[in-house]
């Protein structure tokens, strides 16, 4: 299954734990935060001016290795 921006960043987390790691290098540290159960990955990488389509292949990346 391929992560995609429309999923909630604790899911993702929750269910990849080693995506945290790609998160905190793009400057998503605030995973243990209120917002992260919330918003999704999309929602997220905009607050924080992260390119959503290069954090998403990343993320991905690191799952399929």
Request: overall charge negative; proline content about 2%; aromatic content about 6%.
């Amino acid at each position: 299954m391929a992560i995609t921006k429309d999923m909630a960043i604790s899911d993702v987390v929750r269910e990849y734990p080693q995506t945290a790691q790609v998160f905190m290098e793009y400057g998503m540290g605030c995973l243990g935060c209120a917002a992260a159960r919330f918003e999704n990955i999309e929602q997220g990488a905009v607050v924080h001016g992260i390119d959503v389509d290069a954090l998403i292949n990343a993320l991905n990346e690191t799952i399929s290795a």
